[in-house]
């Protein structure tokens, strides 16, 4: 004898009525949790948070004219029906009253318990945030982080806020179109992927039907006639389909109900308007779904319906081998019936079924008798959702913080929200990304280390470059090497994901800013050394030790002789008031006993004594009016004049003391200089632009790019009259956006 079971029949139209039974009841709710919760305490407990929320509310009537207690029962009956725990019921009940009443946190801890008092305490700060808002529009991207940051916390607080938003938006009717519209939007970006991502079906799907009724009135309209029109027909050729599968699954004897199911309202909506698509041409507007009991069932029932119509190639999806990322688990495919019309066809089981409505309250729904531990069931989420984990990770990010909401709600809607590419780890795990994602965004999801280090990827056996795209079933293992050189500039346009983008930015900001960093103390340095050396100090050490004072550092209000330094490089105190300072003298060229020539006041430097001894400038060093110089003499061709810090005469003593000639007019002399900077548009233009506001002429202009750092040389020589002016432009270069080092270059 066949032990299958008769095809229960049920078509199911909830999501586009109006909700059944407006005006529940404290008893209706208990009707729905007595079935799964029979412990007495529980269900006492439950029961006096009903009546403490009740008595709070009571003479209080929402907008739309019921008492408020209404909504925390609406509320309730919607999260029993996820067969939630007594907690979360509880809290269902109170999420309101601390806020609306004279009722504290504190109150409710020493009623019902720590756990209920952490959920109305969450609830009521998630509260408190919009309410700091005088209007919607008022209601930022900060905020929505700062929600599901509260969110995140615990599940339970999300379902129960999600419950609570379904009942708001059912009863969005009695407020302003303003606020209708806000609220409907708010719903479609906040809630509803919070509600898919979780898997919970039901309620997103609702939200979303809600939400376009408010924003698209019209449309909503012009579907529901659309669906309405095709009724009769659709029903006809339903039926016959629905018995032909059902007689040969029979026949089989297999387990099995059936169901067919509209689609939803919005995803006829998004087909419509987005994609474009004609109402007839969405053929999969109905549903048939058949639900047995194992998967082996599954696959049976998807080979005879095959055996019997023909599928339409492509739309076989085996979501059993290959769950979502929200856990849904379902064979999918579409078959052409007799009469030409299309259906999809949705084989599960009953447990897939639940997962496919209900979602992650499937998986957390209230075990009796088992003792209920709130962190073990979120960790074990957690671990189910993997997704959730990043979520929480996301938001708690402190380079959010701030300014920086609206790149989280971006990053939030990409990398998580609509992550559709689904990669595994060599141990299996599942790590989903947005589409057009690259081995890298895969290697900074696993751990910023690992993308920090990555070098390449073996995907699927081969060994693949760093900015390879990766697609659903790709299975990705990152190398990664100590001797990487960690992200560059070019890796930003790498990666797809926005978390994987903010996190190689913020590492290339560190470096800038130690680059920054240690190249000031290096130019500090320099000039510091330049300076004593052209008073007779040579010697370097000395040159520190005197530098490293106390009495020094207090002088300056430097922290450290490096902070010193630093503030030196940047020429805040300029090396001259440091020596001014320490009461320097010079310890080689006393000014006293020089005469120098003066005979030819054409040239620009005078030398000791001499008279007709032939000038020129050094072409190593170039040293320009400003610069400490000293002559060097060189055998038949006269003085050479360097800097004294010059390493080409460095030791010599065929050096003879020069100056410069002060009454010598303006005349302009050659300098070579380099200037670094991170490479970026416009940089070269920027820097001509300097040049030009100064007034000088540049010759041999060279800019050497290194591709692996993303830095650049720019090498010129340019025409100064004064290390004045060479000082003040060098500055003007370090303010450009990108430029950290400029310097003087000896050949
Ligand atoms: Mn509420």
Known sequence: ??????????????????????????????????????????????????KFAEEKHRGVYRKSGEPYIEHPIEVCYIIAKLQAGPATIAAGFLHDVVEDSDATVEDIRKLFGDDVAFLVDSLTKIQRMKLSHRTEADFEAEDHRKIFLGMAKDVRVIIIKLADRLHNMRTLESLSPARQKALSEETLDVFVPIAHRLGIFTIQSELQDLSLKFLEPEKYKEILRLLDEREKNRNESLSAVKKRIADVIYEHNITFRMESRIKSIYSIYRKMYKKNYNFDEIYDVLAIRIITQSEMNCYEILGLIHAMYKPVPGRFKDYIAMPKPNLYQSLHTTIVAGDGNIYEIQIRTEEMDSIAETGVAAHWKYKEGAHYNPKEEQKDIEEKLHWFRDFINFSSEKEYDGEDAKDYMAALSNDIFNANVYVFTPMGKVIDLPQGSTVLDFAYRIHTKVGESAVGAVVNGSIVPLNTVLKTGDVCEIKTSKNSKGPNEGWLSIVKTAGAKSRIRKFLNEKNAEAFESSNIEKGKNAITEAFRARGYNDENEVMNLISQQKVLDEFHAASVDDLLKMIGARNPTPSSVIEFLNIRTKALPKTSTHYSSQDSKNPVLVEGGSNIAISLSKCCSPIPGDDIIGFITKGKGITVHRVNCPNIKGSSRVIPVRWNEDLGISSYPVDVEVYANDRPNLLADILQVMASKGLAVHDLHAHLTTETMNTVVSMKIFVSSAKILEDTFSMLLGIKGVYTCERIIH
Not at 12 to 23: A, L, M, R, S, Y
Not at 34 to 47: N, P
């Open 1 to 50: 004898m066949p032990m299958a079971k008769k095809p229960a029949e049920k078509q199911q139209q909830e999501t586009i009525q109006k909700p059944p039974h407006v005006g529940r009841t404290f008893m209706d709710v208990f009707d729905v949790y007595a079935t799964y919760i029979t412990d007495q305490k529980d269900r006492k407990m439950i029961e006096n948070a009903y």
